[in-house]
């Protein structure tokens, strides 16, 4: 079964966006939708914390 970017399965659970980043782990969030739903999923539920370039 293929994956696409523009599909992003609802409702989006925490558990389902930590498997969405495994399978787009080659995809950019700027322009894939999918893994940005997931990412943003994952840092409003504090489970990924983004990297601060400037501390």
Do not use: K
């Not at 966006?17 to 539920?45: F, G, K, T, W, Y």
């Amino acid at each position: 079964m293929p994956f696409l970017c523009n599909e992003v399965p609802r409702p989006l659970t925490v558990d389902r966006a930590h498997r969405l980043m495994q399978i787009h782990s080659s995809c950019n969030p700027r322009h894939c939708p999918c893994r940005r739903a997931a990412l943003d999923m994952l840092v409003e539920s504090g489970r990924y914390i983004p990297a601060s370039r400037y501390g």
